[in-house]
């Protein structure tokens, strides 16, 4: 996979000779600890000296970035602020890790060592907070680059930390979790920012197969098993291209594990033209990225694999290519999907909700999980409505929603749930059909009509719809993340599932 190398995180006890840069993380307000304390002695007091404006800590992510004297073994001391005490949490140590991941960019820093004395009024385990500062350098340093030219300064070399503070029984599980959580998120990025020339309907499985290797089976459904299991309705979206599309079974049992799966869906577009309903030119540049909620699956999927949770999960991946052709599916078209309901269709570039129809069936039938969920780059109306802030949470069950707004504020992953009312079912009527398959009029706020129409195919399972839309790329760097594929989702739905199996 055309990424960066994976930062290698280790606990020690104390700062080593080899290591190049030195990090103090430091809050507000608050003196040195021992450790550091130490260091400044050996520095002839300009760590203190750098940090005794007292609003030079207060903002989480400043690097205070020091050229150490002669005498001290590494080159650089850097202090990362981790803000006030009382506003320290989980995210805000990620982001600092990210800002910290982002200060050393382009630098030839192979070594480094986070050192933590402790600090009063922080609500945190030592571990914890050293682990959730290296999943921000993780996510940060991630890179997608198929150049063959050399990039910068250490692109390609592998980063070394030492995390300084907290004993190695207690980092063990905490670096396994981020380390799993890195992994998920780093995947699924991947998948979305390759080009659609490289992930598509004909290759998708062998992308697929690295997951066998975390313990998680991959079935693939064929286009001959699709019309035998009457999923006519992703087989119709698939019809214009000259490659047929599939459905990615995803299996994972942990240790423990209730035999009662939960059901995660993905939409799975490659690339989506909008077929016959063709999209304008700039419209379509990042369409490649149609495939993001299919992504963020495989992501979550990974992350709970390789930290061994116990968790029973089974992920429905729907994989297609939407193009225009004589054999395309066509506006007004009848579909019988496997649930046995027919769809009459309307504007071709819709074609996320036919899909998703088929695989909530097929998820819901085959292995009757206590839960459902789905993700999708579904509606540009979801965007409209929420802005770049949020992403959009239709559910049957109101508590599943509390707690995964919840789980996704802790991490960054920002949702808000959106009416889910069978008055929208009045907008879905045919007089040809069970059901059509969006509202009359598409610009009447067309991402609740979109969920109203899946909850039809669910069979009466607890759902929630999380419409992802304009979440799934970036196009700028920020702290977590590079400009691309931002495998939005993944780390909320982790955080959800680890709180519901503990």
């Given amino acids: ?39 400044d002695a050996e520095m002839g007091g300009i760590l203190s000296r750098a940090c005794s404006e007292p609003a030079t800590l207060a903002e989480s992510g400043t690097c205070i970035d020091l050229i150490a004297p002669q005498g001290v073994s590494a080159r650089r001391v850097i202090v990362l602020a981790l803000g006030k005490a009382e506003a320290v949490s989980a995210l805000s140590l990620t982001r600092a890790g990210g800002l910290l991941a ?49 990039q910068g300064a250490g692109a390609d070399r592998t980063l070394r930390v030492q995390l300084v503070g907290a004993s190695s ?19 699924a990025r991947t998948l979305v920012n390759l080009p659609p020339n ?43 291209s000259v490659r047929p599309p599939r459905v990615a079974v995803l299996r994972y049992r942990g240790k423990g594990a209730p035999s009662q799966p ?19 030119g700039e419209q379509m540049f990042d369409m490649k990225a149609d495939m993001g909620g299919a992504a963020a699956v495989v992501g979550l999927l990974i992350a709970l694999a390789r930290q061994g949770s116990p968790v029973h999960a089974v992920g429905v991946l729907g994989i297609a290519e939407n193009m225009p052709s004589g054999t395309a599916l066509k506006p007004r078209d009848i579909i019988t999907t496997a649930s046995g309901q027919t769809v009459e269709v ?55 929603a509390s707690q995964m707004i919840a789980a996704g504020e802790r991490v960054g992953e920002r949702f808000w749930q959106l009416p889910l009312d069978k008055a929208y079912d009045e907008g879905l009527q045919s007089p040809f059909a069970d059901i059509r398959h969006h509202a009359k009029d598409m610009e009447d706020g067309d991402a609740p009509y979109a969920a109203a129409f899946l909850r039809h195919f669910t069979e009466n399972r607890p759902w929630v719809h999380l419409d992802i839309a304009g979440k799934e790329m970036a196009d700028a760097d920020r702290p977590l993340g590079r400009e691309g594929a931002t495998a939005f989702g993944v780390q909320m739905l982790e955080e959800w599932v680890q709180a519901r199996v503990n």
């Fill in 1 to 39: 996979m055309p990424q960066s190398p994976v930062p290698v995180f280790e606990a020690a006890d104390e700062i080593s000779a080899e290591t190049s840069v030195v990090v103090i993380l430091q809050t507000a307000q608050t003196g040195f600890g021992l450790r550091a304390a130490a260091l």
């Fill in 102 to 150: 982002a200060h050393l960019e382009g630098k030839w820093e192979c070594a480094a060592t986070l050192v933590l004395d402790p600090i009063a009024g922080v609500d945190l385990p030592a571990a914890e907070i050293l682990a959730r500062v290296a999943l921000g350098m993780r996510l940060r340093r991630y890179r997608f680059d198929m150049r063959n030219r050399r």
């Fill in 169 to 187: 029984v207690e980092l063990t599980p905490a670096l396994a979790r981020i380390n799993a959580i890195a992994d998920g998120v780093e995947y």
């Fill in 198 to 240: 490289h992930l598509h309907p004909d290759n998708f499985h062998d992308h697929l197969e690295p997951l066998r290797e975390a313990g998680i089976d991959v079935e693939i459904l064929d286009p001959s098993r699709l019309k035998e299991l009457g999923m006519n309705a992703i087989l119709a979206v698939g019809s214009g």
């Fill in 262 to 280: 939960m059901a995660f869906v993905g939409k799975g577009v490659c690339f989506d033209s909008g077929g016959l309903c063709i999209k304008r």
């Fill in 346 to 400: 309307f504007d071709t570039d819709a074609e996320g909700r036919l899909i998703l129809a088929d695989c909530l069936y097929y998820a819901a039938s085959r292995f009757n999980p206590s839960v459902i969920v789905d993700l999708a780059t579904l509606t540009y109306s979801v965007m409209r409505g929420l802005g770049s802030v949020f992403a959009g949470l239709f559910s049957t069950d109101d508590a599943i």
